[in-house]
């Protein structure tokens, strides 16, 4: 089989998102941040196996592309006898002795504490890989970690503590992840949501917002979208507006005239007002342009929803106090995202992943994303559309 297909030149250059063979089962993969990882692919007794052999580039813990192939020169020739070059290669067996989860997760946060956007996000994330919640798998070595153990440290308070926990689920994933492309492990990830950790735990019978406050149930929204409609002030308006695009509170309270495209029916939410830091495309309603277009004949500056004077929005409480005056006290304006969720889950046929992306989640591990390039906007403008057309049952 032709090797050495690749040159150091095409590896820094803008390589497309995906797998791009270098020859003879090694690979370098594009991730959408645009990082690159060197993977070793072999079949063995009939299954398809992936080695990780470390990221590409020049600096202290990357492989060059001259000693990725080195590596995969290794790994052909344990392959050659028979062997296991996830055991036998010599620099996992170096490695082995300090790979508990406790040292990987240390070096994920390393890695990634440029990307925190507050010390807030960094302290949560270190709490959570702590010993608060992950003392049971701390010293265990990063290989060794099952879906047992973290199913051990979730089920207790899934119910009690979801949020807090959804999001460590997600964060253990995020270190074990890190480990198989450090080369320190193989196979499916043990935390791993879809199609794995989610048959496992139960689902809450209804999500809370924050604290006590727990979300609308879906069947009420359309009762409470005619009182909505029915209100006067811009409060109310902006509520309408988030309840039609599933948007966050803060993302409605930020929003500016220049983020609508009229003519596309697109309000595009930049990506530093993004919880997950990407530009989020909004595909408008009829309804929400009907909202828009209300709000534009009575705008005095660049916010949508602005406040006393025009040149600051909202504040966070505006939607809030709608909530009170229309009698919902016991909801809250970011429950009706849940709401949305639970209705498009279990009323219509929509997809999940159009469903999760019109909440703007990130959905499925570094390579089920790269595969995914676009963002659904024409799905997920019909989900609205239903969603709209729903909502006005009520009227």
């Known amino acids: 089989m032709a090797r050495n297909k690749l040159t150091k030149s095409r590896l820094d250059s803008n390589l497309p998102i995906g797998l791009h063979s270098d020859g003879d089962g090694l690979y370098v993969r594009v991730t959408p941040s645009g990082t690159k990882n060197w993977t070793f692919i072999f079949i063995r007794n009939g299954k398809r196996r992936e080695m990780g052999?470390?990221?590409?580039?020049?600096?202290?813990?990357?492989?060059?592309?001259?000693?990725?192939r080195a590596k995969a020169e290794e790994v052909r020739a344990i392959l050659g006898r028979g062997g296991d070059p996830f055991t036998e290669m010599a620099e996992r067996q170096a490695r082995r002795e300090i790979s508990s989860f406790a040292e990987i997760a240390d070096r994920f946060l390393t890695s990634k504490l440029v990307s925190f956007r507050n010390d807030k996000h960094k302290a949560q994330w270190e709490m959570t890989l702590g010993d608060a919640y992950c003392s049971s798998i701390r010293a265990l070595p990063v290989d060794a970690i099952t879906t047992e153990h973290v199913v051990a440290i979730l089920e207790p308070e899934w119910l009690t503590k979801h949020e807090t926990l959804s999001r460590?689920?997600?964060?253990?994933?995020?270190?074990?992840?890190?480990?198989?492309?450090?080369?320190?492990?193989?196979?499916?990830?043990?935390?791993?949501?879809?199609?794995?950790?989610?048959?496992?735990?139960?689902k809450p019978e209804q999500r809370l917002s924050r604290g006590h406050h727990a979300a609308m149930p879906w069947t009420e929204l359309p009762a409470f979208m005619a009182r909505l409609r029915a209100a006067t002030g811009t409060g109310a308006r902006a509520l309408e507006l988030t309840i039609l695009t599933a948007a966050r509170t803060g993302e409605?309270?930020?929003?500016?005239?220049?983020?609508?495209?009229w003519d596309a029916a697109v309000w595009t939410v930049p990506a530093d007002r993004m919880k997950a830091g990407r530009p989020h495309r909004v595909p408008l309603t009829d309804a929400a342009v009907t909202v828009l277009r209300h709000m534009q004949a009575h705008s005095t500056g660049d916010y949508v929803f602005a406040g006393l004077g025009g040149k600051r929005p909202i504040s966070n409480m505006t939607m809030s106090k709608?909530?009170?005056?229309?009698?919902?006290?016991?909801?809250?304006?970011?429950?009706m995202r849940s709401a949305f969720r639970d209705w498009a889950g279990e009323a219509t046929q929509?997809?999940?992943?159009?469903?999760?992306?019109?909440?703007?989640?990130?959905?499925?591990?570094?390579?089920?994303?790269?595969?995914r390039r676009g963002d659904a906007l024409a799905k997920r403008r019909a989900l609205m559309d239903d969603w709209e057309a729903y909502l006005a049952r009520a009227e």
Do not use: C, F
């Open 168 to 202: 460590l689920r997600g964060r253990i994933e995020r270190v074990l992840d890190y480990a198989k492309v450090e080369g320190l492990r193989d196979g499916e990830n043990p935390a791993r949501w879809k199609g794995h950790i989610e048959h496992r735990l139960p």
């Open 53 to 68: 052999l470390g990221p590409y580039g020049r600096g202290t813990g990357t492989v060059s592309l001259v000693g990725a």
């Open 350 to 371: 929509h997809q999940r992943e159009v469903i999760e992306a019109a909440l703007a989640h990130v959905v499925g591990d570094a390579v089920e994303r790269a595969y």
């Open 252 to 261: 409605t309270i930020g929003a500016t005239w220049s983020e609508i495209d």
């Open 322 to 335: 709608v909530m009170k005056t229309l009698e919902a006290i016991d909801y809250t304006v970011h429950g």
